[in-house]
């Protein structure tokens, strides 16, 4: 079983910015992608960015050029670096991991970390 654990939230002003860190309890192997969502009081759960296991990344259009995805493999470990933060940015992230097998993808969720922005 894979646990994934997040770090980095709290309270940062507008403008601030702040790393979020998400660890995998083990080293995947297999084709995979880390994903940052995120899920504001009364909203959905949204996809906010993507990181491949070969690199390739995406983002949500909210922050295409304020939040950066990054991987490091040998720590089992995806970032988020998020700069330029709005109080629309408030929200609980969480980081979800797609194992992708030939006949199956598992996935595995982090248990959330509060980011709020705000003066």
């Known amino acids: 079983q894979v646990q994934l654990v997040e770090s980095g939230g709290g309270l940062v002003q507008p403008g601030g910015s702040l790393r979020l860190s998400c660890a995998a309890s083990v080293r995947i192997s297999s084709i995979n992608i880390m994903y940052w969502y995120r899920q504001a009081p009364g909203k959905q759960r949204e996809l906010v960015a993507r990181?491949?296991?070969?690199?390739?990344?995406n983002y949500a259009d909210s922050v295409k050029g304020r939040f950066t995805i990054s991987r490091d493999s040998a720590k089992n470990t995806v970032y988020l670096q998020m700069n330029s933060l709005k109080p629309e940015d408030t929200a609980v992230y969480y980081c979800k991991l797609d194992v992708i097998w030939a006949t199956a993808t598992h996935s595995y969720w982090g248990q959330g970390t509060q980011v709020t922005v705000s003066s």
């Open positions: 990181i491949t296991s070969g690199g390739i990344t």
